[in-house]
């Protein structure tokens, strides 16, 4: 069985359990991807590695804001673009807004906002977006450049380790996400803890890592082989690499700033997309389904536990959900006149999985539609929207916790069913394991 045979399996599987419907998108998500043959790349690294200056190094020009405190608040995918009609093909100062990049900021509720490229710093800019207080998903920008020609697309991230929680999570996301990374290091720091760590989270999850080391104009050629020799062996172990792979493992020295080293990387990456990115798509994602299937198993566990919870516990939590839902529907009745937007629904939807979360340690999926998220509703519109979304809340809740449940047989058949999932997954997983 192939992987992408593989892959709508679990999605099958997934699709008739309410507790999954975020695993069944996400393996929908892995098929459209095999399908398309559509390769992701993300840079990453600590902060102040210089991932930002090596993705315009790469791309030809300063596409993206570089600075001397943390720049990346938000995720940034880069993509090919022809440059659009009546734009010159090149700048004196070759800057994004003399070359008409298109720049598109997605938010998490569901929103979008085009905006000039060279404007970027105003949404992926720690300084203009602290924390990402603008609640941006991530952005993408379309861009002329050779490296991207072929359907890559290349990822900038925040920076690891910085002292922005929400910035490590989101790197450390995003490597889920991704199909290679190219992990930043630095000369002027050795290989620290920090970097050691987010190595061990994310190893399981990309089909091919490259390893560059930055700023090494700033060295001479002994203490560069010291550092490479040092670092080379630490990677090597933490990677859990053996015999050929471990000999394999080659850092590749960069001065991102000066273009020194950059076209071995990028020449590395092409060959082995075209040598081998089917190999690397298809590891890949079965990496990421062998995650996906452990993650819902323990969220199966974790839903188990809720149902073992003392019935006075139990029973005070789902009160609490009860009223809350009642204050929301409460709330219903008192709502002006006005425009809605359906994005405002999606907010909704957002903080009613939080509580659900809170309270039940279980994790309640709503999907986001962007195309609908810019749509205006009217009150009555607006007031049924919410209605469904708080009927089927409630319904679900009722449905998974088996609240009240006096049918025995009811009770025993959900149960059975969950184990005969996790019996599926397994297999499922032993599969990949062997494929991989």
């Known amino acids: 069985m192939s992987i992408l045979e593989t892959t709508l399996k679990a999605k099958d599987l997934f699709s008739g359990f309410e507790l999954c419907r975020l695993q069944e998108e996400e393996t929908a998500k ?35 804001p570089v600075g001397i405190v943390p720049i990346t608040a938000a995720i940034t995918r880069i993509e090919y673009a022809e440059p659009a009609e009546g734009v010159p093909e090149g700048a004196a100062d070759g800057t994004a807004r003399d070359t008409g990049d298109i720049a598109t900021v997605y938010f998490r509720n569901g929103l979008c906002e085009q905006v000039p490229a060279a404007d970027l710093h105003m949404y992926i800019s720690e300084q203009e977006n602290h924390d990402n207080e603008r609640d941006v998903a991530e952005v993408e920008l379309l ?10 697309t290349l990822v900038d991230t925040p920076g690891v380790g910085s002292v922005h929680e929400n910035n490590s999570k989101s790197a450390v996301d995003f490597a889920k996400e991704s199909d290679g990374v190219v992990f930043m290091l630095s000369v002027d720091s050795p290989l620290n803890q920090i970097e050691v760590d987010f190595l061990r989270k994310v190893r399981r999850f990309a089909g091919k890592f490259y390893f560059a080391v930055n700023k090494i104009d700033r060295v001479d050629e002994e203490e560069l082989a010291e550092y490479l020799e040092y670092c080379t062996a630490l990677i090597s172990n933490i990677m859990e690499l053996e015999d050929e ?6 850092l590749i020295p960069v001065s991102a700033k000066k273009n020194i080293g950059v076209d071995v990387l990028t020449e590395m990456i092409r060959e082995d997309l075209v040598e081998r990115g089917a190999e690397i798509m298809e590891r890949s994602v079965g990496l990421k389904l062998l995650e996906i299937l452990s993650s819902t198993r323990r969220q199966i566990a974790s839903y188990r536990e809720v149902l073992k919870m003392a019935p006075n516990v139990f029973n005070r939590r789902f009160q609490e959900m009860k009223q809350l839902m009642e204050g929301q529907r409460q709330d219903l009745e008192n709502l002006e006149d006005k425009q809605y937007l359906q994005a405002s629904v999606n907010e909704e939807k957002a903080f ?20 609908e998220a810019a749509e205006l509703m009217d009150r009555e519109e607006y007031r049924a929207e919410l209605t469904k979304v708080y009927d089927e809340l409630e319904s679900t809740i009722n449905s998974i916790f088996m609240y009240k449940e006096e049918n025995a047989y009811a009770v025993a058949r959900r149960i ?21």
């Open 245 to 250: 792979d471990a000999k394999a493992l080659k």
């Open 143 to 152: 861009t002329e450049a050779e490296f991207l020609k072929d359907g890559l």
């Open 352 to 371: 009613l999985t939080r509580q659900v979360r809170e309270l039940f340690g279980i994790e309640y999926y709503y999907g986001v539609d962007r195309d």
């Open 30 to 64: 892995l098929a459209d991807r095999l399908e398309n043959k559509k390769i992701t790349i993300a840079v990453i690294g600590q902060f102040k590695r210089g991932k930002t200056t090596l993705i315009n190094t790469i791309l030809g020009r300063p596409v993206l």
């Open 416 to 436: 059975e069913d969950l184990n005969i999932l996790m019996q599926q997954m397994r297999k499922l997983e032993r599969q990949i394991e062997r494929e991989l």
